[in-house]
């Protein structure tokens, strides 16, 4: 085994004393049924002028299997206690503000209503949300606030009301029934036939692109700006209200969209005349126009698996600068200061996610926001003084903050959660490091078992996030918190490929899956059990997406756990390719499609491995994934029952890929409790003996 690095050793010595447990043993651990108790905070809108916040709070009614949202509203400086803004008997998400801040609009879903866009008055005396003749879609105000603009399809064509078998069949399509009006399948002549979420999906040649369109706030006919077989999207007012910045795709209408090609464009309002800035860059997005509407900045990159950054050109066009260029994180979310010498972004930095600053000009970039945590959703007062997020940390769901944007006290607006967390015994993690395959400093995470007594030895289970270009952090999963409840070491560690370390360590798995980013998760078990209290002999290991495509790969390569589970995963890359909606993952990933690197695809394919697992394994996936369709479980399943190897398929309908966090809460529910009693079943608990007899 490799040796730890001072830090990682430090951190693993000091696992034994950063643990209340005088709070451990008055309260209960988590349970999978607590999940129907979380709030979820998210959509932070502050006011012009800072003085409220406008957000979506979202809550699971469990009876009707559903989750619902609300627009709530909070006094920026916590002299207001929050309260709820929109009827609790409709749904309500995405608030955003007039440039005066007398409107709020919102998209709702309501009986009777064609479009989804309503609005509501925000002094007094307030009144019913109504609706914008005209509008269609989640505007964007101008800057005087009298125009509303946003992207639309358009109306639908009588043809479609008339004849809606039409949506569902190709007009390219060469064969023809002897009845259409009874024809109720599809027909397709191109790509892509599936959408994870969706589902089937209208053939492309039926399709409707989004353009851009503008109504008088006093409402009137949508005047339509932009045409044409491409679709415009993120549109942005030049602060003169003359112009817009938009972003338009040119492999829109290609059927292979192998390397998607983003360009920036300017519309002038007066003539709807577009120009193209030629920016050098193949990927450009999330345009921005500086209030002093000398500069446009924006999302930049080369391609797929360059770096992005955040590039800044002049708005008339000009020469680019890249104000990101020697800074190796990935920046997100472009936002100008007010007085246009500034822009801001969010990034992965570590486990966390926080927000980050740079001089347009050029120079360092500085870290805005700081903490072991995960902030989202970042919205600036119009002065540029306050700032409001979301955060959330290993032991607090998600909250409400608002904090001076030059730096400073930040405060908490909300508290939502704080009275079931403080029924329960949440466990918080350690971080270390260690050295990885090659000596590449690896970070992990550490929960300690519910109930932990020193010199006593106790189960661990190793999680594996999905991606594999995303990461485990320091963020609140229920999972995790019910396993460490069961009396486990809770082990989530981010290896080789994940996000948020740098561009050549999120991509050093490409071609190589399976490879050095699998003896990262073993050399992480390994520094975990060297120091001291694990029970070697009730090893777990699970994951979901590449996680679940992992834990197939581990279970085909070591039989040093005794137990795994494997969510929406991955067995089979030919049966995959032939099913997924992303096949330009591996079309990358693994350098072309699996005709072009036939051996590849064999070679990382957990179903290579097949004889030699021996793993008990619980399979759990969505019926309606097509990420990762259920034909890979399937033939696992098989695989592992014609072999004699314990195993359980769990199949839920109407589900997708992220049923794990998105998924209809009875079904998000029962797969926590499924796992739970898996892994009891094969380890016992951190009080009980396993059920499964001795384990070798």
């Not at 002093?292 to 020469?319: L, Q, T, Y």
């Not at 029952?641 to 998924?663: C, D, I, K, N, Q």
Request: net charge neutral; aromatic share 12%.
């Amino acid at each position: 085994m490799r040796p730890l690095h001072r830090g990682a050793a430090t951190a693993a010595a000091l696992l034994l004393s950063t643990y209340p447990s005088n709070r451990l043993s008055a309260q209960r651990p988590l349970q999978a049924t607590d999940y129907y108790k979380l709030v979820v905070v998210a959509n932070p809108e502050l006011s012009p002028d800072g003085r409220r916040v406008a957000f979506a709070v979202t809550t699971v009614v469990e009876d009707k299997d559903k989750r619902h949202s609300e627009i709530w509203m909070a006094s920026a400086d916590g002299s207001v206690k929050p309260y709820r803004y929109t009827s609790p008997t409709t749904e309500a998400s995405s608030p955003r503000w007039s440039p005066d801040g007398s409107l709020l609009a919102f998209t709702s879903k309501r009986e009777g209503a064609d479009d989804d866009v309503w609005f509501l008055h925000t002094g007094a005396p307030g009144g019913e949300a109504f609706q914008i003749v005209g509008v269609h879609g989640l505007p964007v105000f101008s800057p005087d606030g009298r125009r509303l603009l946003y992207e639309w399809r358009g109306p639908e064509p009588d043809s479609l009301k008339q004849q809606p078998w039409r949506e569902r069949v190709s007009s390219a399509a060469v064969t023809r029934g002897p009845d259409p009006k009874r024809f109720d399948g599809r027909v397709y002549t191109s790509l892509p036939v599936v959408a994870d979420e969706r589902g089937l999906i209208a053939p492309r040649e039926t399709r409707r692109p989004r353009h851009l369109y503008v109504t008088a706030l006093d409402g009137g006919d949508a005047v339509q700006l932009t045409s044409g077989e491409l679709a415009q999207t993120d549109p942005a007012w030049s602060p003169d209200g003359r112009a817009v910045v938009f972003v338009q795709d040119s492999m829109d209408t290609v059927e292979l969209d192998v390397q998607p090609r983003p360009q920036l464009y300017v519309l002038t309002l007066a003539d709807r005349s577009a120009r193209r800035l030629e920016t050098g860059y193949a990927e450009n997005g999330s345009p921005a126009w500086s209030p002093d509407g000398k500069w446009i900045a924006f999302e930049c990159s080369k391609g797929r698996g360059e770096e992005n950054d955040v590039c800044v050109m002049p708005a008339g066009g000009g020469a680019v600068r890249n104000v990101t260029g020697s800074w190796d994180l990935d920046p997100s979310g472009v936002r100008w200061s007010r007085d246009s010498k500034t822009v801001y972004f969010f990034a992965e930095t570590r486990g966390n996610l926080h927000l980050f600053a740079a001089a347009a000009a050029g120079g360092p970039v500085r870290q805005v926001t700081a903490g072991e945590r995960q902030l989202r959703g970042f919205t600036f007062s119009a002065d540029g003084k306050w700032l409001a997020y979301t955060a959330s940390d290993v032991t607090r769901p998600t909250e409400l903050y608002v904090a001076p944007a030059a730096g400073g006290p930040e405060r908490r607006v909300t508290s939502f959660n704080d009275a079931w967390l403080a029924q329960l015994a949440i466990i918080p993690a350690d971080t270390f490091w260690f050295a990885g395959t090659g000596g590449l400093r690896i970070e992990g995470w550490l929960m300690r078992p519910y109930g932990y007594q020193a010199g006593k030895m106790y189960p661990l289970v190793l999680s594996i996030h999905g991606g594999p270009h995303s990461n485990y952090g320091n963020v609140f999963f229920p999972e995790f918190q019910m396993l460490a409840g069961q009396g486990y070491w809770m082990l989530f560690t981010n290896p080789r490929g994940s996000s948020g370390y740098g561009h050549a360590f999120t991509f050093a798995t490409r071609g190589r899956w399976g490879m050095e980013d699998f003896r990262d998760l073993m050399q992480a078990v390994d520094v975990v059990i060297a120091r001291g209290e694990v029970d070697t002999a009730k090893l777990a290991v699970l994951g979901g997406s590449y996680g679940g495509f992992m834990t197939n790969w581990i279970v085909g390569h070591t039989t040093r756990f005794a137990v795994a589970e494997t969510d929406r995963s991955i067995f089979n890359w030919y049966s995959w390719y032939g099913s997924s909606d992303a096949q330009g993952l591996t079309d990358y990933e693994f350098f072309g499609e699996p005709w072009r690197s036939d051996s590849l695809y064999r070679a990382l394919s957990p179903m290579t491995y097949a004889k030699q697992m021996r793993t008990p394994m619980l399979i759990v996936h969505s019926e309606d994934d097509r990420r990762t369709p259920i034909t890979d479980a399937e033939q696992l399943f098989v695989l592992l029952r014609e072999r004699g190897v314990p195993a359980e398929f769990v199949r839920y309908p109407r589900s997708f890929h992220g049923l794990s966090r998105t998924g209809p809460p009875w079904l998000l529910v029962d797969r926590l409790e499924r796992i739970r009693t898996w892994f009891a079943h094969w380890l016992g608990t951190g009080e009980t003996p396993s059920a499964a007899g001795a384990l070798h």
